[in-house]
C-alpha cells in the first residue's frame, strides 16, 4: 500500500507535521496487555468493589434503582446491530434503529402522558436542563423558580450550565418534605416552574399546585417524574406539565456506577418544533412504503450551528431501545407490578424501620417508593456499618439540602426485587447498627 | 491489491429485510404477557392502600401486551433491518466507526462493575475509582495533558464543559466580562458553535486558506483582547493537518486565549504528536470515535475533557482521586460543577481502558499510522474518478467531491451514496464540510483490510463510471433499490410530523 502512496516508510505520511511536535519516545502507557491479562486484571478490579446482589442487598436509590432485568432485555439489546450502528443519518440501511426509536418515544409520550417524546438525552439530569432552556427560550424570560425537592446533582447541574446560559435559578424550599409554593412570592416573571413528583425525598407533590404557580406566571410547568411510579401515578401531563423529564435507568440499564442512563424528554405537540436532540418521525419511501427517518433537523446544531438551541449530538440511543424492550416486556400488567412491589416493599421496610428506636420519618406527606429517616448514627457511619452486614443501606441526604430538616438524614428506597425475609433482616441489622 | 476482490461487502440479512415491519403496538393482544418477578411474600397491599385517591392512576399505561416470543421476533427482524459496523465497512467520515473488541463487551457485562450503585460508598467502590484514576491517566498521557474529567456524557457535553472551563478561567483572571468571543474556523462540526453559544460566548468564524487550514491572516485580523478562545479540530474536519498550528497557538496566546482541542479527529495522531504539545490548553475526546466503544445507534458516547495544570482547579467533580489509603471522590478547589447526575457514562469508560490496556502505546500508535494509511489509499484509488477537495496527504479521512460528476452526469453526492447501499457499504458522510461542494467524507478507519478497501474503492469508482462511460445514471438516482426501504421522503415527515403511533392512529 505504501508503494502504491509512493512512500517508504508509514512515517512518511506524517511528514507535514512539524518535526519539533512530533512525539520522540513514543506514549508514556503500558505496553499492550492479551486479552485474556485484561480479563484477569479487570476481575482483580471487579472484585474490589461491592456491586449490588445477594451480597449487598440494595436499599439505595436517589435517582439508580435496583430493577429486575430480565434475560430477553439483555439478550435483545446487546444486539450486535444495534450495539455497533451509528446514528441513523442514513435511514434507508437504518430502519430497525429508527424504527425502535419511533417505538421508544411512543410510549414515553404514553407514560408522561404527553403528545411527544425525542429520542433521547445523556440522563435525567440533561433532560432537566434541556427543558429549562426550551422554557427559557420559549418565553424570552431567564429565570426558573425550582423546587428543593428535585434531585440535588440535577439542581447542581442546573447551576454549572447557568453560568454559560446565564439563567437564574430561584430555589422554592420545603416543608413537610413537599414543595412550599405559598413562600413564592411575587418575582418573576418565570420562564418555568419545576418540581419533581415523586421528589427526591420520596414524596408526592401536588402536580395541580404547581401547574397554579406556573398559570400565575404565564410559565411552562416541568416535572421531574420517575417513570417506574408511573405505574401507579396519573400522568404529570394530564395533571398540568408541559414539560416532562425523567431518568429511565430503571428501565433496563443496569446500576453501572451511575452510568450510562437514558434522559427521558417528553413534550406537548406546540412544543415540539423546540425539542432538543434527535426526533424520529414516519414517512414515506419512494415506492409508498412507510418508513421512519430524523426529523425537524432544522433544529439541530448541525445546520442551525450558533443559533441553535441546543448542542445535542450523540445521546443514548441504545438505552432508548432498551427502555422499549423493557417496557413491551412489562406490558401495562408488568409495570403496574413493578410500581405496585416497590411501593409495598417501600411501606413495609419503613414501617419496619420506624419501629426502631431513634429512628423517625423526617417528611409527613405521602410516599410511595422511597422514604428519608433521621437516624441516631449519622448516616455516613450507618451505611458503612450495614455494608459489613451486607446490606447497602441508602443514600446520605447532604448536598443541596444544608440548613434544612432533611440534612443528614438517610434516603431509603425498596424496589420489586426486595423480599419480606431481606427487609426483617435489614430492619434488624438496622436496630443493631444504630445503638 | 487492485484485483476485485469479494471481501467485505455487506450483501447480507439486513439488505433482504424487506418486508414491512409492524410497530410492537401492532402485534399486541389483550392479557398477553411476558414479565415475571420475584416472590416477595409481602403483604397485598392495594393500590388504593398505598396511594392517595387524589394521586393514583384510573387506568393502566397503555403499553404493548405480547408474549416474550413475539417480543423476541419483533426486535431481531429489526435488527435485520439495521447496518452495522458489526457486518461491513461503515466509513462515515468524522464518525471513526471502527470495529469494537469484544473483549470490551465481556469486560462491560461483568456484575463487578455493572451491579455497582453511583452513591455506594468509596469502600464499595475501590475498583471502579482506580480503574478510572488510571484512564484519567492514560487519557492525559495521550493528549499531553494534566488532569481530566470524565463526567462528560459525549463530545457535545465536553465541548460545553471545556468552554465552561475557559469561563471559568477568564472570571478567576476578572476577564470574563471582557472576552465575550471565541473563534471557530468554517470547516468546525455544529456542536463547535452550538456549544459557544450554550456557554454564553459569541461566535466569531475565521475563514479556510487555499491549503485547507485556518487562514492565519485573517484570524490575527479577529484577534484581540475580546477573545476567550479558539476551538480546533486537528487533523480538521477536511482530514487535514493544521500544519501552522505553532503560529496559531502564539497568537492566541498573545492575546490571552486558550486554545480548545475538539478530539473528533484525534485517531489520527495517537503517539504522533500530543494536542499539548501543539500548545491546546484543554481538550475533549470522544471515546466512541477513538477508542472503539460502541456508539449504540447514536450513543451512548463519553466525552472525557483533559486540560493544562492552570485549568485543573476548576474541573467538574466529585472526581475519582487516588489517595493515601486507596481511592476516592473529591471537589476540585475552584469546581465548575457538576456536569452529569453520577460519574459520567462509567460503563462507556471501563470499555475505554479495556481499549487502551489491550492496544499499549505502540497499538495506539500503530492505530493511527494505519488509519492515515488506509485514508490516502483510499484517496489516491478514487483521484480521478473524484474531485480531491485539498490535494494534500491526508489524516485518517479524505474529503473527495462529486463536484465533477454532477457537473458531467447529473450525479449528486446524495445519490452516489445511495446508490453505494446497493452494493454493500454503508455510504461516507456527505455535504460535509460545508465548505467543500458535494463533499464526501471518507473514513475507512484502521480496521477494515486491504481487501474490504479495495472493493468499498472499486464500489465508488463503479458508482462513477456507470454514470459516466455507459451513460447509465439512472441506477444511481433510483437507489437504493436493494435496502429494506427505498429512497426516504424525508421532506414528508417534517410537513406531515408523525412521531408517535398515536399520532399515527389518529390520522
Known amino acids: 500500500m505504501l508503494a502504491f502512496l509512493g512512500l517508504e516508510d508509514l512515517d512518511d505520511l506524517f511528514a507535514e507535521i512539524p518535526e519539533a511536535l512530533r512525539l520522540a519516545g513514543g506514549l508514556d502507557l503500558p505496553p499492550a496487555m492479551s486479552e485474556p491479562d485484561v480479563a484477569w486484571r479487570l476481575d482483580d478490579l471487579a472484585s474490589r468493589n461491592r456491586p449490588c446482589g445477594r451480597d449487598l442487598v440494595c436499599f439505595a436509590g436517589a435517582g439508580s434503582y435496583d430493577h429486575e432485568i430480565p ?23 437504518s430502519q430497525g434503529v429508527l424504527q425502535a426509536i419511533f417505538e421508544y418515544q411512543t410510549m414515553i409520550a404514553r407514560l408522561s402522558g404527553l403528545d411527544v417524546a ?20 420559549a418565553t424570552g424570560r431567564p429565570r426558573v423558580l425550582c423546587s428543593q425537592a428535585v434531585h440535588p446533582h440535577w439542581r447542581q447541574q ?29 418575582g418573576g416573571p418565570f420562564a418555568a416552574v419545576v418540581v419533581a413528583a415523586p421528589n427526591f425525598l420520596g414524596c ?35 395533571l398540568g406539565a408541559d414539560v416532562v423529564v425523567g431518568e429511565g435507568q430503571p428501565f433496563g440499564t443496569a446500576l453501572g456506577f451511575g452510568g450510562p442512563y437514558l434522559g427521558l424528554f417528553a413534550c406537548r405537540l406546540a412544543d415540539v418544533r423546540r425539542i432538543p436532540g434527535r426526533i424520529v418521525g414516519e414517512t414515506l419511501d419512494r415506492e409508498g412504503r412507510h418508513a421512519y427517518v430524523m426529523t425537524l433537523r432544522a433544529r439541530e446544531q448541525d445546520i442551525r450551528r450558533e443559533r441553535a438551541s441546543s448542542n445535542v449530538c450523540t445521546n443514548q440511543t441504545l438505552m432508548a431501545v432498551t427502555a422499549a424492550i423493557q417496557l413491551s416486556w412489562l406490558g401495562p400488567k408488568g409495570l403496574r407490578e413493578v410500581a405496585l412491589g416497590c411501593a409495598r416493599a417501600t411501606r413495609y421496610t419503613r414501617e419496619a424501620l420506624c419501629r426502631i428506636d431513634g429512628v423517625q420519618l423526617l417528611t409527613s406527606a405521602p410516599v410511595l417508593r422511597e422514604f428519608a429517616v433521621g437516624t441516631p448514627v449519622a448516616p455516613e457511619k450507618l451505611i458503612e456499618r450495614l455494608v459489613e452486614d451486607g446490606f447497602l443501606a441508602g443514600v446520605p441526604i447532604r448536598p443541596g439540602f444544608e440548613g434544612t430538616a432533611y440534612e443528614g438524614g438517610l ?18 441489622a438496622f436496630e443493631r447498627a444504630v445503638r | 491489491m487492485s484485483a476485485p476482490m469479494p471481501a467485505g461487502r455487506a450483501l447480507g440479512a439486513p439488505l433482504l429485510a424487506r418486508d414491512f415491519e409492524p410497530t410492537i403496538f401492532e402485534f399486541s393482544a389483550p392479557g398477553r404477557h411476558a414479565a415475571s418477578f420475584r416472590t416477595t411474600d409481602l403483604p397485598a397491599w392495594t393500590a388504593e392502600e398505598l396511594v392517595p385517591e387524589a394521586f393514583r392512576q384510573t387506568e393502566s399505561v397503555a403499553l404493548p401486551e405480547v408474549s416474550e416470543r413475539d417480543l423476541v421476533a419483533h426486535f431481531t427482524r429489526l435488527t435485520h433491518r439495521q447496518y452495522s459496523v458489526d457486518l461491513g465497512a461503515y466509513p462515515l467520515g468524522s464518525c471513526t466507526m471502527k470495529y469494537n473488541p469484544k473483549a470490551a463487551d465481556a469486560g462491560a457485562s461483568l456484575p463487578g462493575f455493572t451491579q455497582v450503585h453511583p452513591a455506594a460508598p468509596a469502600s464499595c467502590t475501590q475498583g471502579w475509582l482506580e480503574l478510572l484514576v488510571e484512564l484519567e491517566e492514560s487519557l492525559c498521557a495521550i493528549t499531553g495533558m494534566q488532569a481530566a474529567t470524565l463526567q462528560p456524557a459525549a463530545g457535545a457535553a465536553g465541548e460545553l464543559t471545556g468552554l465552561l472551563l475557559m469561563r471559568a478561567y477568564h472570571d478567576a483572571h476578572g476577564e470574563s466580562e471582557r472576552r465575550r468571543r471565541v473563534v471557530i474556523p468554517d470547516s468546525a462540526h455544529g456542536t463547535n458553535p452550538a456549544s459557544v453559544t450554550l456557554s454564553g460566548f459569541e461566535v466569531a468564524t475565521v475563514g479556510t486558506n487555499a491549503r485547507g487550514g485556518v487562514d492565519l491572516d485573517a484570524l490575527r485580523a479577529l484577534l484581540d483582547d475580546d477573545v476567550a478562545g479558539i476551538m480546533l479540530t486537528n487533523p480538521s474536519t477536511l482530514g487535514l493537518f493544521e500544519d501552522e498550528i505553532v503560529e496559531i497557538a502564539e497568537a492566541v496566546h498573545d492575546v490571552g486565549g486558550l486554545l480548545y482541542y475538539d478530539g473528533a479527529n484525534l485517531n489520527a495522531i495517537l503517539g504522533i504528536v500530543r494536542p499539548g504539545d501543539m500548545g491546546f490548553d484543554i481538550v475533549h475526546l470522544n471515546v466512541h470515535k477513538t477508542f472503539g466503544t460502541p456508539h449504540g445507534g447514536g450513543g451512548p458516547g463519553a466525552g472525557p475533557v483533559a486540560v493544562c495544570a492552570e485549568l485543573a482547579p476548576f474541573l467538574p467533580g466529585p472526581r475519582p482521586t487516588r489517595t493515601e489509603s486507596g481511592y476516592d471522590l473529591t471537589m476540585p478547589e475552584h469546581s465548575i460543577g457538576r456536569v452529569h447526575s453520577w460519574h459520567g457514562n462509567a460503563v462507556v469508560l471501563l470499555r475505554t481502558w479495556i481499549y487502551l490496556r489491550l492496544n499499549g502505546g505502540d497499538g495506539l500508535k500503530r492505530v493511527s499510522e494505519v488509519a492515515v494509511l488506509n485514508a490516502n489509499w483510499l484517496k489516491e484509488r478514487l483521484r480521478g474518478t473524484y474531485d480531491i477537495a485539498y490535494d494534500r496527504t491526508v489524516m485518517h479521512e479524505c474529503v473527495v467531491s462529486a463536484k465533477s460528476l454532477h457537473h458531467q452526469a447529473g450525479l449528486s453526492a446524495l445519490d452516489v451514496a445511495k446508490r453505494l447501499m446497493e452494493l454493500g457499504f454503508h455510504p461516507p458522510t456527505v455535504y460535509f464540510p460545508l465548505i467543500v461542494e458535494e ?24 458508482v462513477a463510471r456507470e454514470s459516466l462511460d455507459a451513460g447509465n ?28 403511533f398515536d399520532q399515527r392512529s389518529a390520522q
Open chain 2, 439 to 462: 463533499a464526501l467524507m471518507i473514513e475507512p478507519t484502521e480496521t477494515e483490510s486491504p481487501q474490504t478497501l479495495a472493493a468499498l474503492a472499486d464500489a465508488f469508482i463503479q
Open chain 1, 411 to 428: 434516603l431509603v428506597a425498596a424496589t420489586e426485587k426486595r423480599t419480606r425475609a431481606e427487609i426483617d433482616d435489614f430492619a434488624a
Open chain 1, 71 to 93: 434475560a430477553v432485555v439483555r439478550s435483545l439489546a446487546s444486539r450486535s446491530e444495534f450495539l455497533t450502528a451509528y446514528t441513523p443519518y442514513q435511514p434507508e440501511v
Open chain 1, 158 to 186: 442546573l447551576e454549572t450550565f447557568s453560568r454559560g446560559s446565564g439563567n437564574e435559578i430561584d430555589t422554592v424550599p420545603l416543608s413537610a418534605g413537599v414543595t412550599s409554593w405559598n413562600e413564592v412570592v411575587g
Open chain 1, 204 to 238: 408526592l407533590e401536588d402536580i395541580g399546585a404547581a401547574r397554579a404557580i406556573a398559570d400565575h406566571f404565564g410559565a411552562r410547568l416541568i416535572v421531574c417524574f420517575d417513570p417506574v411510579s408511573a405505574g401507579l401515578l396519573r400522568p404529570p401531563g394530564e
Open chain 1, 118 to 137: 425525542n429520542a433521547s438525552l445523556y440522563d435525567g439530569a440533561a433532560s432537566l436542563v434541556e427543558a429549562v432552556n426550551l422554557a427559557v427560550v
Open chain 2, 473 to 500: 445514471a439512472d441506477d444511481a438516482k433510483a437507489a437504493p433499490r436493494t435496502t429494506p426501504v427505498g429512497r426516504v421522503d424525508d421532506a414528508r415527515a417534517a410537513r406531515k410530523l408523525v412521531v408517535t
